[in-house]
């Protein structure tokens, strides 16, 4: 038996919004664009019942996944039933002053821009960088 209601969740739509702006901050696009993807097949399960399904299970365990280096703290206003980010930091954020900046020096040639496999790799360089910076922390502990 399906209901049909209103639901209002304000405390949650600010935590969701939060959440996916974290997410673009610790989250490569390509893997946010499969994780969007993955969210919307998961509320069509739920919708539909399935949740104990394997289907369900293994959509659930595929965003968990993607979910392992999302943290970080965002801040946020609240207006008239808007929600509005004015913050965010990450210890594992992707974004790299030394890549993006013109005046630093960094790992990126224009003449990379020559060929868009070295431009793609350098999203993956970076993310290999980032994943042993964080294996090499939790050796530590």
Request: charged share 25%.
């Amino acid at each position: 038996m399906k209901s049909r209601g209103v639901y209002e969740t304000p405390g949650g739509y600010i935590l969701l919004v939060a959440h996916l702006d974290i997410e673009t901050l610790t989250m490569d696009k390509e893997l946010r664009k499969i994780k969007q993807g993955l969210s919307i097949r998961l509320s069509e399960q739920i919708y539909q019942g399935f949740w104990f399904s394997p289907e369900c299970e293994f959509t659930r365990s595929c965003i968990a996944k993607s979910q392992e280096n999302v943290e970080g703290a965002v801040t946020v206003s609240v207006f008239k039933g808007q929600v509005y980010v004015k913050a965010r930091e990450s210890q594992l954020s992707l974004y790299n002053q030394e890549l993006v900046s013109f005046d630093v020096k960094g790992g990126y040639n224009p003449q990379d821009s020559g060929g868009f496999i070295k431009v793609n790799a350098l999203r993956l360089k970076e993310f290999h960088r980032l994943r042993l910076a964080k294996e090499a922390a939790a050796a530590k502990k």
